[in-house]
């Protein structure tokens, strides 16, 4: 099932279960696989439960005791898959030592039947992470380098005075992708229109130099192109020109998911601001999801009636390959937006054979992220696990999702 989500102001249509985990991303602090592991002690409390006895027993290699609590557990709980889940990790963890914890946990997993425990009454919500420093706000009043600064506005609410710091001093060393974020201060209409005006005119100087000095990424040469621009405007010959040239490029974006993290994650630890992970995880996030794709499709809409027949099998096609490059990069979001693109390119196009290939392509997405939600990975009260999972999607979080797809028959 799908619906439209507003996120920072644009609509996606995605499925519930991805709209819910980027709501949590957008209003944070962070959900997805990104929110920190829980620290050791804090399954290792004293409790009456036996799962989160046997959990912090399997945690702390106390197998024989993990055992002891997850034959009470089975008692209690006969229907229920939990105890049965823990049963084969214990098996795999006495057998097979060797073997990392997501490994594990998956073929555990896969032997017990792939159950869904997205409303386990066992599991626990994520807890929000407790302040363990001060707050930006709090930390804006400090004396900062400029890429501190840069970075920490963009973790804020705009205002004016973090807008100058955005604008006035784009730092040359930040990843490229970094304007993305940066471009949400425009949008969000808080902003002095002069101030706006000014700010919006510092970032497409920048988005220009940046575009000449990386020639590769579509994205930057997209942004640059398109923000700003009336989402109710055809396309002109001029712009349709320079889509068909952009879309021929060979990336959407040259900075990786993790790169961008580590270097909000860097500058935001040396502010000394509390819980500095989920701000970068937030601020990573928000480097992806850019106004391009939405833009194109609305003004593809507009330009029906505008264009020849012609240019509008050019813009579909260049639609395509846009949308191609954006579905192959590694983070969820990016898959579906790419090929929700590809969609509309091949439904403009009249092409069954395209618009099938996306749609399966599209379902099969899908299916890999309702498996991935149905594990709850991360409430389990095992932070090893925790910790393997975000490690993994982290890396590249279309191969983790997919890691979660029902095997093949007769694969193992």
Known sequence: MTRDLWFHGRSWRLPRSLCR???????GPLGLQARAASAPSEV?????SPFVRACAALESGNLDGAASDILTLRQLLPE??????LQSL???RRTRPELGWRD???QAWNDIGRPDFRDSPLLEEDPEPAATGPSPEQVWRRELSAEQR????????PDAERARA?????PESAPPELLVAAVEYLERDKLPAPLRARSRSALRARLATLSAQH????LLRALLLLEGTDAKAPFTPRELQELEALSQLPDWRQTGFLSLYRYALGHLEATGVSVPKNHAYTLAVMSLVSPVPVLLQRRTEASRDALTPAERQRLAEALWRIGSRISEESSIVERFVGLSLMKKAATELGDDARLLQATEVLDEERAAYAALESAATTRWPLPSLRQAMIDSSMSDEAAHMHAFRAPRAGAR
Request: hydrophobic letters at 60%.
């Open 21 to 27: 985990a980027l709501l949590v991303l957008a209003l």
């Open 44 to 48: 290792s409390a004293p409790s009456r």
């Open 80 to 85: 229920r898959p939990e105890p049965r889940l």
């Open 90 to 92: 214990l098996d795999l």
């Open 104 to 106: 594990a946990f998956l």
């Open 150 to 157: 840069f970075v920490l506005a963009l973790s804020m609410s």
């Open 166 to 170: 955005l604008f006035q001093q784009l």
């Open 215 to 218: 020639p590769e990424p579509i």
